[in-house]
DNA sequence: TTCTAATGCGTTTACTTTACACAATAAATT
DNA sequence: AATTTATTGTGTAAAGTAAACGCATTAGAA
């Protein structure tokens, strides 16, 4: 929605088009310079930000809307995206009358007005997917609407619109959680990596130091990497050998949490 | 929806007072004779059985609708009842004709025609929530259009309806990875119970057998329960020390999966 | 050649999990 | 009253896993 006729149509029209009272939203975790940030917007006229979000077309699969509404605002595909919780007794998502004021505002730049019973302005439950990105590669297309973009360092992320700090909690908590089973590196690193680049990834997800010796032991003994006969050039010191996720075992499924003999 | 005339009413105004498009699925496991259990619905003229489910009220909570369909469907509450994901992929969920002729078939007994834009007719997204209950406590109601009710044995559940076979696995994955976390045994479980209780009741969850000594290390060392000073008289053997599940520690919050250093 | 800052790889120690043995006990049987 | 049987209570040794740590290697710069 880059221009004020897009927008118009999307108010009028959307509800033929999406799903009513149900919204994506993404927390887009973006990492750069060894730090671990988090990509919000900020809607005409609002005061907070928020997550980016979308709808889910009336007849499109679930996990299908969830990447188009991520490749819509970073341009981005094939990414690691996984749903992690549907958010729906939040006191603010019932708020009909907060919510019809902030949609009046933000679509006041359209000049259109939300009136009480317009799509727009019902109760929304929203269902929370998480991708990882790398910061560099992401392609924020200005939308009409949409005053400002920023990436957030993940320890200080401001009050934000809605209950979307708590969709953020919620979501950091399940990637920490899922970091040593899924092979969650994957869009953040390129192919083939050294141990220090994902060393300071997990670092960064995790914000917490680990032994460069276990770490590297922890890897391989869980089949999550292999290294390669491969060295990288890295200046001024001892080449580091370089590694690769392993396919077969990473993408298996969700699994039980770490459980030992229970 | 006990006579025709709720279901008349249901089918025709349904749509002003719950949500379209979404609907909620239960997985009532039931515990009984040491045995891990699912309760399965049949709907009027369907061959195949189905999970509990319902609707969620325009201004009610998430939570509370869960909660509320889980009280119509077996009279009990305050349950542990956990949500686990919401399930929109499937192309069952997108196959208009399928559902309209299941619904016909279904709505027939009330004399009732589904049309093809009939809000029951479209596409629902399911979102998926987990219960724990004892099954002797379990009171149904004989609903109108539902033909009959069964409990079937967590390792030999039959071809059901639409995609809840798959929601089943992801609900049973889910309970296993989060025993040892959330205090799940409680509406199975007494107030006060033995240490053998709360052992068959995880070796039936988790389906394998545990060290009956490591078990009891483990729970203690985890602080799910507490050693009481009371025994419990068992019959011809020696009486069992009664223990009780830790509030405090039980009811923590969600969790990162059990990692260690990293 | 030496120095510096990084990587590579191994060993020891601490802790956690698993395997296993034997004493205690409630009631039925002799 | 002693014995038997089935069950629960608790400790301890062995195995496996994680954490702490030491030292050699190496690429380029001084």
Chains 1, 2 share one sequence.
């Not at 869009?187 to 997990?202: A, D, G, M, R, V």
């Not at 075992?249 to 229970?262: D, H, L, Q, R």
């Amino acid at each position: 929605m880059n221009n004020p006729q897009d927008v118009v149509d999307f108010v009028h029209n959307g509800h033929k088009r999406y799903l009513p009272h149900l919204s994506i939203d993404c927390v887009i975790f973006g990492y750069h310079d060894q730090q671990l940030k988090l990509l919000l917007i900020r809607y005409h006229d609002q005061e907070n930000w928020s997550l980016p979000g979308g709808f889910v077309e009336r007849h499109e699969a679930l996990t299908a809307a969830a990447h188009r509404i991520l490749y819509e605002k970073t341009q981005l595909t094939n990414l690691f995206l996984q749903q992690f919780y549907i958010f729906g007794d939040s006191p603010t998502r019932l708020n009909r009358i907060e919510i019809q004021n902030n949609h009046n505002k933000v679509y006041a730049k359209a000049n259109i007005a939300i009136d009480e019973d317009h799509w727009l302005a019902e109760r929304t439950l929203s269902i929370g997917y998480y991708a990882l990105v790398d910061y560099q590669e992401v392609t924020i297309t200005p939308e009409f609407l949409v005053e400002g973009y920023c990436w957030v360092d993940i320890n200080s992320v401001p009050e934000l619109q809605y209950d979307h700090n708590e969709i953020i909690d919620r979501a950091l908590v399940t990637l920490r959680s899922q970091l040593y089973q899924q092979s969650i590196g994957q869009n953040l690193l390129p192919e083939k990596f050294t141990l220090p680049e994902i060393h300071s990834l997990y670092e960064a997800i995790l914000d917490r130091q680990f032994d460069r010796r276990n770490f590297r032991k922890k890897l391989l003994a869980l089949g999550l990497v292999t290294q390669l006969e491969e060295r990288r050039k890295i200046g001024p010191h001892r080449s580091p050998f370089l590694y690769a996720f392993n396919h077969e075992i990473a993408s298996k499924p969700f699994e039980e949490g770490t459980m030992t003999e229970f």
